[in-house]
């Protein structure tokens, strides 16, 4: 019998009914009970449901990866070829890794005798969710930006074998090429330099709130960035939150507390300083991944800008809403 690092190193606290691995709590479960329960979860939530295990399998992903790269002082590769190893002795499967090319920001990786293929059965896309967001959580950990894992074969479609590719230049853009923005600002020099940093889409510009309220009467948008003060910002939010409009704020003169709560409880799925306007594709990104998954929660932009709040707002600033406000709205 082979030997298997993981299980020799694993830590039984009979008190406490824990297993632990370098710290990590870990548990056993038969697969056939996670298949179940993604299929009775499927059935009543759709895509909404695959999301769920794939961001589960995801935040494992991406801390197991920081930890033990720091744990162990791992390079990139290292870490890669150690959570491939760790996959295989935990059950999940044989893991190897095909292809690593850090240029590219790509990762292949496959997965023979996935357990969760086996006993989920036959179907006509990958289920291997978890497995699929521990490996875009752990290129994310690697690559320092959020990565989307894509599992292009699977067992349950007939193949002989799990196959996973995390690609980042096949990301790159995705889902903001094409979309139709509308951007409302009282500064030119504002308007103009959003739609040169959103050059990949299609942008209609206003600078006063009729202007805005006229086309969003006439037209069909994807998006909306809306500046809050000179535009009537507030009007505007209500307008795009009632056409199911992703609408981002972006202010410079409004950035207070009860500015940022006002927009999120308003309809905004964002609220943006101009200080980060040079990083709006990113939050755009984020904030339309999030409606593409019919996520109604609060993006990662508020994990990402959470150290600039903190610095503008003070330490205690979230103090200033109700607690079931940051449960309504964001994963906290």
Known sequence: MSENSIVKALEYNQSSGTLSYKGVRYLLIRPETVAGFQKDLEKVAGEKAKNGFYQGGFSGGYLSAKKYKELFNFSDKEIIEFMMKMGTEIGWGSFSLDYYNPDSGTVRITVKNSPFAHAYGKSPEGVCHLIRGVIGGMASAIFHQDCTASELECISKGDDRCIFVVDLKLQSHDILTGKKILIVDDEPDILVCIEEILDMCVVDRASDFETAKSLLQKETYDAAILDIMGVKGY??????????????????????????????????????????????????????????????????????????????????????????????????
């Open 235 to 332: 009007e505007l939010l209500e307008i795009t939150k009632n056409n199911e409009i992703p609408t981002l704020m972006l202010t410079a003169h409004a950035l207070h507390p009860e500015d940022f709560i006002k927009s999120i409880e308003g309809g905004a799925q964002a609220y943006v300083p101009k200080e980060k306007i040079s990083e709006i594709q990113i939050f755009m990104r984020d904030m339309l991944e999030a409606r593409q998954k019919e996520d109604h929660k609060v993006g990662k932009w508020f994990v990402w800008l959470e150290g600039f709040y903190k610095n503008k707002f003070g330490d205690n600033w979230q103090e200033k809403a109700d607690p079931e406000f940051w449960k309504k709205y964001f994963y906290i």
